[in-house]
């Protein structure tokens, strides 16, 4: 079965940092691109950041530009979020998911892992 | 930035009726890197179609997307039960967009 499980999530101070993991089963991870999408509570999608096959190409969404770094290890088959200088605003409901080759649409999501940035 | 609006912000609509959502971007857009989503609540989305027309694994034929530069429509032919929930569309490209969502409730 084809499957990404996020795991880190929790609460952190504002200023604080937080570390996103997704473990990748099913598929030949180091085929596909792989992405982070979040939402905040109540509100809509928001793309956050990718990474290609090889993890030699990232880019980000202006608002985590500088604080989050996205990576992964394909003999692992794990992709990861480092998060820092978390602010109130970062506070969602983080997906790890797996691109659609050639397509840049998202096929396969994770369950979410709940980021809280709350004093 | 490509921004992408959807409309109507809510569609009420009752099972057996066509519901017919849109997507209108801010630049033309590859039709190869428009998708649309379904999100119900407390679940994450799914793929619905990818590169504005193809269906996805699984995907019923009453879903059709279509369109192609700054306009793009998805489709439901005949509403089920099942069908209502909160639809996105995303743009590719050297980032990634999504709309701000339609929600299609029962009328």
């Known amino acids: 079965e084809v499957q990404l499980v996020e795991s880190g999530g929790g609460l952190v101070q504002p200023g604080g940092s937080l570390r996103l993991s997704c473990a990748a089963s099913?598929?030949?991870?180091?085929?596909?691109?792989m992405h982070w999408v979040r939402q905040a509570p109540g509100k809509g999608l928001v793309w956050v950041s990718s990474?290609?096959?090889?993890?030699?190409?990232?880019v980000y969404a202006d608002s985590v530009k500088g604080r989050f770094t996205i990576s992964r290890d394909n003999a692992k088959n794990m992709l990861s979020l480092q998060m820092n200088s978390l602010r109130a605003e970062d506070t969602a409901v983080y997906y790890c998911?797996?691109?659609?080759?050639?397509?840049?649409?998202?096929?396969?999501w994770g369950q979410g892992t709940m980021v809280t940035v709350s004093s | 930035e490509i921004v992408l609006t959807q409309s109507p912000g809510t569609l009420s609509l009752s099972p057996g009726e066509r519901a017919t959502l849109s997507c209108r971007a801010s630049q033309s857009v590859s039709s190869n890197y428009l998708a649309w989503y379904q999100q119900k609540p407390a679940q994450a989305p799914t793929l619905l179609i990818y590169g504005a027309s193809s269906r996805a694994t699984g995907i019923p034929d009453r879903f059709t997307g279509s369109g192609s530069g700054t306009d793009f429509t998805l489709t439901i032919s005949r509403l089920e039960p099942e069908d209502f929930a909160v639809y996105y569309c995303?743009?590719?490209?050297?980032?990634?967009?999504f709309g701000q969502g339609t929600k299609l409730e029962i009328k």
């Open positions: 995303q743009r590719a490209g050297s980032s990634y967009t």
């Open positions: 990474i290609n096959n090889d993890g030699s190409y990232t």
């Open positions: 998911v797996r691109d659609v080759h050639g397509f840049g649409a998202f096929d396969i």
């Open positions: 099913g598929f030949t991870f180091s085929s596909h691109w």
